[in-house]
């Protein structure tokens, strides 16, 4: 059974930082490719982030080039979203995402900017 929790959510004033996990079981972790979507209220699910297995190679959507940054710890089965110059637009729930031969989705973590 695929796992994946999150961590790492919560309250920011505009232009600070937060960093999400996700830890993943159950998966053949180092070769799936992972990645972070988003949902704003009112919103459909949106791609964040992507990272795949081998070499790690990433891709962004236009609105967080530059600010935020996907890596991963195969070792520790972890994949981060180092999140900077956060801005208002950018609260919403932020799901962890997997894909080996299907989709797998983590239960989400609030993440809100605000000041």
């Known amino acids: 059974q695929v796992q994946l929790v999150e961590s790492g959510g919560g309250s920011v004033q505009p232009g600070g930082s937060l960093r999400l996990s996700c830890t993943a079981s159950?998966?053949?972790?180092?070769?799936?490719?992972m990645g972070w979507y988003r949902q704003a209220p009112g919103k459909q699910r949106e791609l964040v982030a992507l990272i795949t297995g081998g070499v790690g190679t990433t891709s962004y959507a236009d609105s967080v080039e530059g600010r935020f940054t996907i890596s991963r710890d195969n070792a520790k089965n972890t994949v981060f979203l180092q999140m900077n110059s956060l801005k208002p637009e950018d609260t919403a729930i932020y799901y962890c995402y997997a894909l080996n031969r299907n989709d797998y989705w983590g239960q989400g973590t609030q993440v809100t900017v605000s000041s």
């Open positions: 159950g998966i053949m972790f180092k070769i799936s490719v």
